[in-house]
């Protein structure tokens, strides 16, 4: 069964750091990755996937196959980046989305 | 266009008890979804439709029903509550499956169960 690990449940940078969110997968297929956000009082949407290869809000990730995962980025962090973000995978085999844990990410000022 | 719409956005049970969230969605979405999120788990899909008069079991099916009588609405129920029911449950729909078809969440519903 596809496992997303989220290794870290809270992640606190202050502004103008450089971020990484870590994801890790197990999937014996060829996975579809995700990320998706949510901002306070706010609901759950779509960040990036890793097949467009996007860049939204600053962020990016790349999928490495090798290790298994797909990390989000930033190089500078805005306070406006405060979110729970969530990594996830669908196996593009069935119909389930599966999520990681979730990490809490804290831009200070 | 309201998007997905979840209600109610609290609710608190006695064990024992039960209850229906309702999920409605007017983008005309084929897949509609059910997920429990918790602290430091993530979302976990409880129940999914891949279409109206369809429903399948998700990752943590037990303890709840489901029914898609019309392609626009998607019902959880839970006909005994329990305590580990406690939970932020959201509901999600999306045109299809696959990296071209994300999710589109509701608000969720706040449940507690004493």
């Known amino acids: 069964a596809q496992r997303v690990t989220q290794p870290e449940k809270l992640l606190s940078v202050f502004k103008g750091a450089p971020v990484e969110l870590k994801c890790n997968y197990s999937?014996?297929?060829?996975?579809?990755l995700f990320w998706y956000v949510q901002y306070s009082r706010q609901r759950l949407q779509l960040l990036l996937r890793?097949?467009s290869r996007e860049s939204i809000k600053g962020f990016t990730a790349d999928l490495n196959k090798g290790e298994t995962s797909f990390h989000l980025k930033k190089p500078f962090a805005q306070e406006e980046d405060s979110a729970m973000y969530y990594c996830?995978?669908?196996?593009?085999?069935?119909?389930?989305?599966?999520f990681g844990g979730g990490t809490r990410l804290m831009v200070k000022p | 266009n309201a998007g997905v719409t979840q209600t109610p956005k609290f609710r608190v049970l006695k064990t024992g008890q039960s209850m229906t969230l309702l999920c409605a969605q007017d983008?005309?979405?084929?897949?509609m979804y059910w997920y429990r999120q918790d602290p430091g788990m993530g979302l976990r899909l409880i129940h999914y439709?891949?279409?109206?008069?369809t429903t399948a079991k998700g990752e943590v099916p037990d303890g709840y029903n489901v029914s898609r009588l019309k392609k626009q609405n998607f019902l959880l129920g839970l006909e005994s509550a329990a305590p580990s029911q406690t939970s932020v449950y959201f509901c999600a729909s999306s045109w299809g499956t696959g990296w071209n078809s994300p999710l589109h969440f509701g608000n969720g519903t706040r449940l507690t169960v004493t």
């Open positions: 890793h097949i």
């Open positions: 439709s891949v279409g109206e008069g």
């Open positions: 999937y014996s297929g060829s996975p579809e």
């Open positions: 996830a995978l669908n196996d593009n085999a069935g119909n389930m989305l599966t």
């Open positions: 983008m005309n979405h084929e897949y």
